[in-house]
């Protein structure tokens, strides 16, 4: 059956999913959904045994209704190829009986390369299906990992440009160090003065800027997004619960039907939506458990049915998730008012107006699935420590979020679920932060001598993303103040004359 998109803002204005994916937001500032969930078309039963790229295909193929088997298979065979470390793409590893589905083999060691390996193509293709001449212009915010993994994707890429701006002094010198040095003519990446939410709002404004839209197109130029509000970014990351469900029951881990808890360390609610929609298609999964960090406003939400971004931005040990507007909620506010579009847009002015709405207790009722916690930066070390001492396995500081967060849950529910815990980014990314957690005796050695540390400790060979940037040299150098967005993007687009 045919899926078309609209915002959910305003629901008259439907598309396929190709136009969605070019077009990234929509006009009124919405998000783009698709009119209905798909229910899976096979069995859990008969996914197991599939590789990755074979489920990805189940899954995609029912949400990207306008491409052709043909192009949708090309997109993920080139998506998931020998970019990643591993042939199995995704590896499941258990540690204290819980299960981590490991995301970070991908180029830029997290797990926005599984979304981000295949956009650039989904893109590409959905600009020949609509016949687009112009050049599409990529426009990111970061808080960290999206940028590499985004430029990495996209680099190259003819009839592409990327642009990306990241909070100077919000990421971890790995994460700075891996986007400074993209290489590629057509990458463009930009530290502003302020945080993750400033950069995310910024570049916003400047999707909704009418007059800079005509400017563009007078150049041949129109943006798109490879946030996680892009619904090529979302789709392919659905496809990682059913991938863990079909490959748990394969194991015996699972039996037929039995639920499966997920754990998903959160900052804009990406990848917990689309665990949400795995479960909509039909994949057992029981409670859904979003851990934040000390950037806590989806916990306070989930416990109290209000969202509230009036207060400090804390910089954490887990950067990626420094976020005070979780943008992807919004698909799910849209969801639990019964898709009404006047009523997700008073809440979402709402918070763009005084920074906070409440939900009405039938909404709040809708979201029994979820359970939200969060850890604080010494919870967190705790469990990386605790984890290697007992195990041997290293966790990065997101994945350590969300294991703390797990046990915080298994203490207030006694629920013994079988649990997957999406592991999002390699320890390499953010190896200061983990080896401090293991030992203070590691706080002298440098960058790269705690790398060559956590290989030996952690007996996991220093992953090719790490190597290679250990030499590079710095070819983007360019600071600006939020208020200066526009003035830089048109100077890199030639548009300023
Ligand atoms: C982006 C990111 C997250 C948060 O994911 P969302 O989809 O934005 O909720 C968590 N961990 C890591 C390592 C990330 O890069």
Same mark, same amino acid.
């Given at each position: 059956?045919? &899926? $078309?998109?609209s915002?959910?803002r305003? =629901?008259? *204005? /439907?598309?396929?999913?190709?136009?969605? @994916?070019?077009?990234?937001? !929509?006009?009124?500032?919405?998000?783009?959904?698709?009119?209905?969930i798909p229910?899976?078309?096979?069995?859990?039963?008969?996914?197991?045994g599939?590789?990755?790229?074979?489920?990805?295909?189940?899954?995609?193929?029912?949400?990207?209704?306008?491409?052709?088997?043909?192009?949708?298979?090309?997109?993920?065979?080139?998506?998931?190829?020998?970019?990643?470390?591993?042939?199995?793409?995704?590896?499941?590893?258990?540690?204290?009986?819980?299960?981590?589905?490991?995301?970070?083999?991908?180029?830029?060691?997290?797990?926005?390369?599984?979304?981000?390996? &295949? $956009?650039?193509?989904?893109m590409?293709? =959905?600009? *020949? /299906?609509?016949?687009?001449?112009n050049? @599409?212009?990529?426009l990111? !915010?970061?808080?960290g990992?999206?940028?590499?993994?985004?430029?990495?994707?996209?680099?190259?890429?003819?009839?592409?440009?990327?642009?990306?701006?990241y909070?100077?002094?919000?990421?971890?010198?790995?994460?700075?160090?891996?986007?400074?040095?993209?290489?590629?003519?057509?990458?463009?990446?930009?530290?502003?003065?302020?945080?993750?939410?400033?950069?995310?709002?910024?570049?916003?404004?400047?999707?909704?800027?009418?007059?800079?839209?005509?400017?563009?197109?007078?150049a041949?130029?129109q943006?798109?997004?490879?946030?996680?509000?892009?619904?090529?970014? $979302?789709?392919?990351?659905?496809?990682?619960?059913?991938?863990?469900?079909?490959?748990?029951?394969?194991?015996?881990?699972?039996?037929?039907?039995?639920?499966?808890?997920?754990?998903?360390?959160?900052?804009?609610?990406?990848?917990?939506?689309?665990?949400?929609?795995?479960?909509?298609?039909?994949?057992?999964?029981?409670?859904?458990?979003?851990?934040?960090?000390?950037?806590?406003?989806?916990?306070?939400?989930?416990?109290?049915?209000?969202?509230?971004?009036?207060?400090?931005?804390?910089?954490?040990?887990?950067?990626?998730?420094?976020?005070l507007?979780?943008?992807?909620?919004?698909?799910?506010?849209?969801?639990?008012?019964?898709?009404?579009?006047s009523?997700?847009?008073?809440?979402m002015?709402?918070?763009?107006?005084?920074?906070?709405?409440?939900?009405?207790?039938?909404?709040?009722?809708q979201l029994?699935?979820?359970?939200?916690?969060?850890?604080?930066?010494?919870?967190?070390?705790?469990?990386?420590?605790?984890?290697?001492?007992?195990?041997?396995?290293?966790?990065?500081?997101?994945?350590?979020?969300?294991?703390?967060v797990?046990?915080?849950?298994?203490?207030?529910?006694?629920?013994?679920?079988?649990?997957?815990?999406?592991?999002?980014?390699?320890?390499?990314?953010?190896?200061?932060?983990?080896?401090?957690?293991?030992?203070?005796?590691?706080?002298?050695?440098?960058?790269?001598?705690?790398?060559?540390?956590?290989?030996?400790?952690?007996?996991?060979?220093?992953?090719?993303?790490?190597?290679?940037?250990?030499?590079a040299p710095?070819?983007?150098?360019?600071?600006?103040?939020k208020?200066?967005?526009?003035?830089?993007?048109?100077?890199?687009?030639?548009?300023?004359?």
């Amino acid at each position: 059956m045919e &899926i $078309l998109y609209s915002s959910t803002r305003n =629901s008259e *204005k /439907k598309m396929t999913a190709s136009q969605a @994916i070019l077009k990234g937001l !929509a006009d009124d500032g919405g998000l783009f959904v698709p009119d209905h969930i798909p229910a899976l078309t096979c069995s859990m039963r008969e996914l197991t045994g599939r590789s990755y790229q074979e489920v990805a295909y189940e899954v995609m193929k029912l949400f990207l209704t306008d491409f052709t088997e043909e192009e949708l298979k090309n997109c993920i065979r080139r998506a998931y190829d020998s970019k990643f470390d591993t042939d199995v793409i995704a590896p499941i590893v258990e540690a204290e009986g819980t299960y981590y589905l490991e995301l970070f083999h991908g180029a830029t060691i997290a797990f926005k390369d599984m979304a981000l390996s &295949i $956009l650039p193509h989904l893109m590409i293709t =959905s600009a *020949k /299906k609509n016949h687009v001449e112009n050049e @599409i212009v990529i426009l990111t !915010a970061t808080s960290g990992d999206t940028g590499k993994a985004a430029l990495a994707g996209f680099a190259g890429v003819e009839g592409t440009k990327i642009i990306v701006f990241y909070p100077k002094n919000g990421v971890s010198p790995i994460q700075e160090k891996q986007m400074v040095t993209q290489k590629g003519d057509n990458t463009f990446v930009v530290g502003i003065h302020g945080n993750f939410d400033d950069a995310q709002a910024g570049v916003k404004e400047l999707f909704n800027d009418r007059e800079l839209a005509k400017e563009l197109a007078a150049a041949g130029l129109q943006f798109s997004s490879a946030n996680s509000i892009n619904i090529g970014r $979302l789709v392919p990351q659905v496809v990682y619960y059913v991938y863990a469900y079909a490959k748990l029951l394969e194991e015996d881990k699972l039996s037929d039907g039995e639920r499966m808890n997920v754990v998903v360390p959160t900052g804009n609610f990406g990848n917990i939506l689309a665990a949400f929609y795995a479960k909509q298609m039909g994949v057992p999964i029981g409670r859904l458990i979003c851990a934040s960090n000390e950037n806590k406003v989806l916990y306070d939400f989930f416990t109290t049915g209000r969202y509230d971004r009036n207060r400090e931005f804390v910089l954490t040990s887990s950067p990626s998730m420094d976020i005070l507007i979780s943008s992807n909620l919004e698909r799910l506010i849209y969801r639990i008012a019964g898709e009404d579009v006047s009523k997700n847009a008073e809440l979402m002015n709402s918070l763009a107006r005084t920074g906070s709405y409440e939900i009405t207790e039938q909404m709040r009722e809708q979201l029994a699935d979820f359970y939200g916690n969060y850890a604080g930066e010494e919870e967190t070390a705790a469990r990386i420590r605790a984890v290697y001492e007992n195990t041997g396995y290293i966790l990065d500081t997101h994945t350590a979020v969300a294991s703390a967060v797990y046990q915080k849950y298994v203490a207030d529910t006694k629920d013994k679920t079988v649990t997957v815990i999406a592991s999002t980014a390699s320890p390499f990314k953010f190896t200061r932060n983990v080896m401090n957690a293991i030992d203070s005796k590691y706080d002298t050695m440098s960058d790269f001598e705690l790398a060559d540390e956590l290989s030996r400790i952690g007996n996991v060979e220093v992953p090719n993303a790490i190597t290679e940037i250990r030499t590079a040299p710095v070819v983007h150098d360019n600071v600006c103040d939020k208020t200066e967005m526009k003035a830089v993007i048109k100077h890199f687009l030639g548009v300023d004359a």
